[in-house]
């Protein structure tokens, strides 16, 4: 049984600026630890393109991944995984191997959108 989560006020969750964007760039991040691929996202004018080093390498391949709309939080502080700059972190849930599969909208929308 897992635990309860703490319940936060609406407040810290306006905090945390999650964003969709569309991916227009993917390429492996071959110095990364673990397998992953360096996508360029594309988040509308306002923020403009972002990159994520993002560990999705089990359940898709490059080409399934560019033209395809992700969420993504986008006001964390960029962090270095072996030669990519990750600017954003692009969500998901585990599948049953504990995999990510990867969170987006269900039909198109704008680029930049902020979730709520």
Partial sequence: MSETPPVIAYEDFLKVDIRVGTVVACSVNRRARKPSYRLEIDFGP??????????????YRPEDLV??????????????????????????????????VLVGPDRPVPNGGRLY
């Fill in 67 to 100: 033209g395809r709309q992700v969420a993504a939080v986008v006001n964390f502080p960029p962090r270095q995984i072996a030669e990519v700059r990750s600017e954003v972190l692009v969500l998901g849930f585990p599948d049953e191997r504990g995999e990510v």
């Fill in 46 to 59: 306002q923020l403009g393109r972002r990159t994520s080093s993002a560990q999705l390498v089990a359940n």
